[in-house]
């Protein structure tokens, strides 16, 4: 008998009214598929209107990006099929921004590409100490797809999110926390990020939920103008035949989705 794979994203409840959403691939980094993508988007409009939301990855890492072994275009290799996944992670962004409530990152591990544009989305940052941060991106001939491209330079400064996005190197957690990257780095981040969200959970909600609107507002005016951009971008870089050669390298050398 075949075993039923996992639900790729779970949903739980975390202490108070907190709700613990899981990205659940640990045998792929919890790479992005389509499957991953659809789970987390559902699962982000299940909690909303809730309590504190923790985001986490099991096993290993938070997310590794794109599965380049799969593709985010399964069934038909389309463009249309490629740009419905773009749009799914970019409703991920959406979904997160625009949660009244606070949503806390708890990474560790691996966070790339997506995967990194997923955790930084979020209102609050906890980075476990070893992770390692990327956007591989133009490296492998991509183009960033989830609002990273509006939201990095509002968190480390202009100049620092082009030599971050540009040149797509590892990022430690030391420099991330230096730099603003993240919120705070911790031994283990699942358990910090919990009692943060619990400890936010006990504050007024709407104050809380006014409070991130405010702050949204005044730094997120180019959201959607950017991800429009970023759909346009992503699918121009990947009829080249330079990406091509890339993810071909990346499928038969057995690495995951720029986790190198």
């Known amino acids: 008998m075949t075993t039923p ?3 790729p994203v779970v949903v739980e409840s975390g202490p108070g009214d907190v709700a613990v959403i899981t990205l659940n691939r640990p045998q792929a980094l919890n790479a992005l598929n389509v499957d991953l993508l659809v ?3 559902d699962a982000l409009r299940e909690v909303q209107g809730g309590g504190p939301v923790v985001v986490r990855g099991a096993g290993r890492a938070f997310c590794v990006g794109e599965d380049l072994k799969e593709t985010l275009a399964p069934r038909t290799g389309t463009a249309e099929e490629l740009r419905t996944a773009f749009e799914l992670l970019q409703d991920v962004t959406r979904l997160m921004v625009g949660n009244p409530a606070p949503i806390v990152a708890a990474v560790q591990g691996y966070a790339v590409g997506g995967g990194a544009e997923i955790a930084l989305a979020a209102d609050l940052v906890v980075l476990e100490r070893g992770t390692r941060i990327r956007f591989p991106e133009v490296p492998i001939g991509h183009a960033h797809t989830g609002g990273i491209s509006a ?3 509002q968190l480390v400064g202009l100049m620092r999110a082009k030599e971050l996005l540009l040149t797509g190197r590892w990022i430690e957690a030391e420099e991330a ?5 993240v919120t ?3 031994d283990d981040a699942s358990r910090v990020a919990l009692d943060l969200a619990a400890t936010l959970g006990g504050q007024p909600a709407r104050s809380l939920a006014a409070t991130k609107r405010a702050v949204e507002a005044a730094c997120s005016t180019q959201l959607e103008p950017t991800l429009r951009l970023e759909v346009e971008a ?3 870089c990947f009829a080249s035949a330079e990406a091509e050669a890339t993810f071909e390298q ?3 050398s057995g690495t995951v989705a720029g986790a190198r």
Do not use: C, D, Q
């Open 5 to 7: 794979s996992p639900e």
């Open 39 to 41: 789970g987390l988007t």
């Open 151 to 153: 939201r990095l330079p």
């Open 177 to 181: 926390s230096r730099i603003g990257l």
């Open 184 to 186: 705070t780095v911790a």
């Open 234 to 236: 992503a699918l121009y």
């Open 250 to 252: 990346f499928t038969t």
